[in-house]
């Protein structure tokens, strides 16, 4: 189903943290630990949220933001999509499925462009989806976020990641307008 954000009740935060946790656990202790304690967001909260269910409880997740980046020195609408999962035991039905599903959504929000990173050991799954010519993936592209919470350990409060592959799908304008810039600020996690 899809829903907003502020639909979700307690029981829904909970199940989906849970989803999470061991969806993201395996990538890396630290990417499962964000999800403990009924946190169903890792940064920024979705504005909406398409989730997939069935006999088992969540089968899968996506979730979409509208902000504004900055490309370059370009300011940019975009949808954000991030949170993706896909329980473990139906992985290979997932990305591709869950983005066409999500399409008419992403139009009625009016954005010009959607855009997700991915990790690099996802390239080949997105670049099957990628290759039916819904998305592009774009190389060389870092992109500077806030943390999502101050660490007094740590030196800065926002983070670059220049190992990700950026997904770029091309909603109420084509892809010739994706302004040219090699680093993608969120302004916010």
């Keep these: 189903g899809l829903c907003w954000e502020n639909e979700l009740q307690l029981p829904d935060h909970l199940e989906l943290s849970e989803f999470f946790r061991k969806t993201y656990e395996p990538t890396g202790a630290f990417n499962g630990k964000q999800f403990e304690g009924g946190r169903s967001w890792a940064g920024a909260r979705p504005e909406l949220r398409a989730i997939g269910y069935d006999v088992h409880g969540v089968a899968a997740h996506m979730g979409v933001l509208r902000r504004y980046i900055k490309v370059g020195d370009v300011d940019l ?3 954000e ?3 993706y ?6 992985e290979g039905l997932g ?4 983005i066409s599903v999500m399409y008419p959504v992403l139009q009625q929000l009016g954005v010009p462009f959607a855009f997700g990173t991915v990790r690099q050991a996802l390239r080949n799954h997105v670049g099957r989806f990628c290759r039916k010519g819904l998305a592009n993936i774009l190389t060389g592209v870092r992109v500077r976020s806030t943390l999502p919470d101050v660490y007094p350990d740590l030196p800065s409060t926002t983070r670059v990641d220049d190992d990700v592959l950026l997904m770029v799908l091309p909603i109420g304008r084509s892809m010739s307008e994706w302004p040219a810039g090699t680093l993608i600020d969120r302004n916010g996690p």
Aim: aromatic share 0%; no cysteine.
């Design 77 to 79: 609408l975009v949808a």
């Design 81 to 83: 999509l991030g949170l």
């Design 85 to 90: 999962g896909v329980r473990p035991d139906l």
């Design 95 to 98: 990305i591709a499925h869950s």
